[in-house]
C-alpha cells in the first residue's frame, strides 16, 4: 500500500521556483530521505507535505486519501522539528500530551500515551519538567516523543539532530533507526547529512535546485548515481572524478585512463559502451575502490599503477591518501598498516568494479 | 572607584529626595487638620495626626474611584487582550492590506487623542448614545488599538517553528494564540498593563467630557472638588488626601510590578 505519493508537485514564492514537478512515491512504513545542499528545495518539500504551506501545482496523497487541499489540523501527520519547538510555557508532559488534548482525545487515555511515549524515551522523570530545563538532548527526545504520541499516519523530521553534537546525533540517529524498525510508521526524513541519509533511509532522494536529482534505494543511490552532482554529494570522502576515454579493443570496450608515459586501460564489462568509443569521459571512483597494492598482481579485472603522494590522512580504521594521477588529485583508501609518506610513490590497485561514467557535457550516468 | 560608587549613590539620594519632598508634603499634610493647616503650620510635622481629612476626601471621591476601577479595569483587560490578538494576527498571519493597518495604527499612535475629542462627541449625539461609562469604556477600548504595536513588535522574535509545530499538533487560530502566544507574551503584557493602566486611570479631558456628574472618574471629581475651594477657604488638608487617594492605585502597580515592568521593557531588546 501506497505510505506517501507526491506527483508532480511545484512551488514557487513570487518568481522564484523553489520545487520543479516532484514525483516520489514510498510504500506504507518506508522510511524517505530528502537530502540536497541547503536551498534544493527539500524542507519547503516537508512543508508541502505536512500542509504548512499549499502547493502551486500537483498532488499528495497520505495512504489512500488525497491531501495536497487539506489543513496541517486534517492531516494525520506529525513532525520533529529542527529547533525542535517545543512549548516553553508547558512540562514536558503537557509538551507531549497537546497534540492529543486538541485532538480530543479523552484524558485517561491521554495520560496512559504520554506515560508509554515518555517510558520508550526514557523521559519518566523529566516529565514535570519545563523546555528551558533540559539538555539539547532532551529537548530532541521531547520533540521526537511530541511526535510519537500522536500515533500519526506519516512522521517528518526536519533536520532533528543537526543541532546536537557529534557524539549525541550518532546515538540518536541509531534510536530513531531503532524506533522506526518497532513501530514501522511512514516516515519523511530532510536532512543535509549524507551519513544520515545512507544509514537511515530506505528510500533516498537527492534533490538539487528544487528537482529531484535521483530517486534510488542508498544502495542504487551510492553504487549507481545518476549523475555528477549525485556522485559528489553522496559519500565521504568525495568520489574522484577523472578524465578518461573509451576505446575498443578487440571489439570490446575498455576505459584508459592516461599517466604520464603508460597507459592504464580498463576492461568495461558493459557493451553498450562500445557506442561511446573514441570519446572522452568522466571516471567517478570511491576512494575505496583505490587501495594499497597487495599481492604479486592486481586483482582479475582491477589494475595497478604507481603514483606519487600528496597527502596521507589516517582516520584510525583507514588512512586516506591523496595521490597524484597526471595532475589529478585522487583520494585512496589505504590500510593502516600500510607504509606511506607525503612526497613517495606508492603502488596502487584499482580494484574491479562496475564504475560509474557520465556524460561530460550533461553530467548524465552513461551505461 | 569606591569614592565614585559613593558620590553615584549620593547623587541618586539627593534626587530621590528631591522627587519625593513634594509626596511627602502632601501625606505630611493630608494628616492635619482644619485647624492646624489655618495656622500656616505648612512645613512643620503634622502636631496630632489624624485621618479626618481622608476621610472627607473619602467621602468626596469614593464614588468616583469606584467609577474610575469600574473604568480602568475593564478597558486595560479588554484592550490589552484585544491588543494581543491583533499583534499576533498582525506579525504572523499576515493578509492582503496589513502594511497598511500597521502604519494606520502607527499614525494613530502618534495624533494627539484632543483631536478626537469634537468629532467623537458629535459622533456621539449622531448614533444616540448617552453619556455613559460604558460608553467611556468603548471610546478607550477603540482608542487604545494602537497598542497592538507593542505586542507586534514583541511577536516578531517569536519563532515560527512554534506556531507551525502547534498547527501540525492540531492547534486551531484560538488554541494556538490561547495555549502558545498568550502564555508566552508575559513580559509585553506587564509593560502593556501598566502603562495602560496608568494612561486610563490619569486620564481627564475624556472622563470628563463623556460621563455625566455620577459617572465621573476620580481625576474629573478630584479637579471639581478643587474648583468648589475656589473663592472660599480651601481645605488643603482634604486636597492633599484627595490627590493621593487618585494617585494611590498607579503607585501600588507600580510598586508591585515594577520590576517586571523593566524586564519587559528590555524584554524585546535582547533575545535571551
Known amino acids: 500500500m501506497t505510505g506517501l505519493a507526491v506527483k508532480n508537485l511545484s512551488k514557487g514564492f513570487g518568481s522564484l521556483a523553489v520545487l520543479k514537478n516532484v514525483e516520489l512515491e514510498i510504500a506504507e512504513g518506508e522510511f524517505l530521505i530528502l537530502v540536497g545542499p541547503s536551498g534544493c528545495g527539500k524542507s519547503t518539500l516537508l512543508s508541502l507535505i505536512a500542509g504548512l504551506e499549499r502547493p502551486d501545482a500537483g498532488e499528495i496523497h497520505i495512504g489512500d486519501r488525497r491531501e495536497e487541499h487539506l489543513s496541517p489540523q486534517e492531516r494525520d501527520i506529525a513532525m520533529v522539528f529542527q529547533s525542535y519547538a517545543l512549548y516553553p510555557n508547558m512540562t514536558v508532559a503537557q509538551n507531549l500530551g497537546f497534540g492529543l488534548e486538541m485532538r480530543k482525545v479523552p484524558r485517561a487515555e491521554r495520560e496512559a500515551t504520554v506515560a508509554r511515549v515518555a517510558e520508550m524515551l526514557q523521559l519518566t522523570p523529566l516529565l514535570g519538567r519545563r523546555p528551558g530545563q533540559l539538555s539539547g538532548g532532551q529537548r530532541q ?17 526536519d533536520e532533528p539532530l543537526s543541532n546536537l553534537d557529534a557524539k549525541l546525533r550518532v546515538e540518536m540517529r541509531a534510536e530513531i533507526k531503532l524506533l522506526h524498525q518497532r513501530l514501522k510508521t511512514t516516515a519523511v526524513y530532510v ?3 549524507q551519513v544520515e541519509a545512507m544509514t537511515l533511509g530506505h528510500k533516498i532522494a537527492v534533490m538539487k535546485d528544487g528537482e529531484i536529482q535521483q530517486f534510488g534505494t542508498p544502495d542504487e543511490i551510492y553504487q549507481r548515481p545518476a549523475n555528477l552532482f549525485v556522485a559528489g554529494f553522496m559519500g565521504a570522502p568525495a568520489i574522484n572524478i577523472l ?3 573509451i576505446v575498443l579493443e578487440e571489439g570490446r570496450p575498455g576505459l584508459r585512463l592516461a599517466q604520464e608515459g603508460s597507459r592504464l586501460h580498463l576492461p568495461l564489462s558493459n557493451g553498450r559502451l562500445a557506442a561511446w568509443a573514441g570519446r572522452e569521459v568522466l571516471l567517478g571512483l570511491r576512494p575505496e575502490h583505490i587501495v594499497n597494492a597487495r599481492g604479486e598482481a592486481p586483482p582479475e579485472g582491477g589494475l595497478r599503477f604507481r603514483a606519487p603522494v600528496e597527502l596521507v590522512e589516517p582516520t584510525g580504521a583507514d588512512t586516506y591518501v591523496v595521490a597524484s594521477l597526471d595532475g589529478q588529485r585522487l583520494n585512496c583508501r589505504v590500510q593502516p598498516s600500510c607504509p606511506v609518506r607525503a612526497g613517495e610513490a606508492l603502488w596502487l590497485d584499482l580494484l574491479p568494479h562496475e564504475p560509474s561514467l ?3 557535457s550533461t553530467g548524465l550516468r552513461l551505461g | 572607584m569606591m569614592l565614585r560608587r559613593t558620590l553615584i549613590y549620593a547623587l541618586l539620594a539627593l534626587f530621590a529626595l528631591y522627587f519625593a519632598l513634594p509626596l511627602g508634603f ?8 482644619a485647624a492646624e493647616l489655618r495656622e500656616g503650620a505648612f512645613l512643620a510635622w503634622p502636631r496630632a495626626p489624624e485621618l479626618s481629612a481622608w476621610r472627607a476626601a473619602w467621602d468626596a471621591l469614593g464614588g468616583s474611584f469606584l467609577n474610575s476601577l469600574l473604568l480602568a479595569v475593564p478597558v486595560v483587560t479588554l484592550s490589552s487582550l484585544l491588543a494581543a490578538l491583533n499583534g499576533f494576527i498582525l506579525c504572523k498571519l499576515r493578509f492582503r492590506g496589513s502594511e497598511w493597518v500597521f502604519i494606520g495604527l502607527l499614525v494613530a499612535l502618534f495624533l494627539p ?26 471610546i478607550h477600548v477603540i482608542y487604545s488599538l494602537p497598542l497592538a504595536l507593542f505586542f507586534r513588535n514583541h511577536y516578531l522574535g517569536f519563532p515560527d517553528e512554534l506556531l507551525r509545530a502547534a498547527r501540525m499538533d492540531g492547534a486551531g487560530f484560538w488554541a494556538l494564540f490561547l495555549r502558545i502566544v498568550l502564555p508566552l507574551s508575559k513580559p509585553v503584557f506587564v509593560v502593556v498593563v501598566i502603562l495602560q493602566f496608568t494612561t486610563i486611570w490619569n486620564e481627564y479631558l475624556f472622563g470628563l467630557v463623556f460621563t455625566e456628574a455620577e459617572s465621573r472618574p476620580i481625576t474629573a471629581a478630584l479637579a471639581q472638588l478643587g474648583a468648589t475651594g475656589e473663592g472660599g477657604v480651601r481645605d488643603y488638608n482634604v486636597e492633599m488626601a484627595a490627590a493621593l487617594l487618585a494617585a494611590l492605585p498607579t503607585l501600588a502597580v507600580y510598586l508591585i510590578a515594577g520590576k517586571h515592568f523593566t524586564r519587559g521593557l528590555v524584554a524585546g531588546a535582547v533575545k535571551g
Open chain 1, 141 to 157: 527526545r521531547v520533540a521526537m516523543g511530541r511526535a510519537l504520541a500522536r500515533q500519526p499516519k506519516v512522521f517528518l523530521f
Open chain 1, 191 to 193: 536532512t543535509h547529512d
Open chain 1, 243 to 245: 578524465r578518461a576515454r
Open chain 1, 358 to 360: 557520465f556524460d561530460p
Open chain 2, 26 to 33: 502632601m501625606l505630611m499634610n493630608s494628616l492635619k487638620s
Open chain 2, 113 to 138: 487623542i484632543k483631536v478626537y475629542l469634537l468629532p467623537l462627541a458629535i459622533s456621539l449625539a449622531k448614533l444616540g448614545l448617552s453619556k455613559s461609562l460604558g460608553v467611556l469604556i468603548a
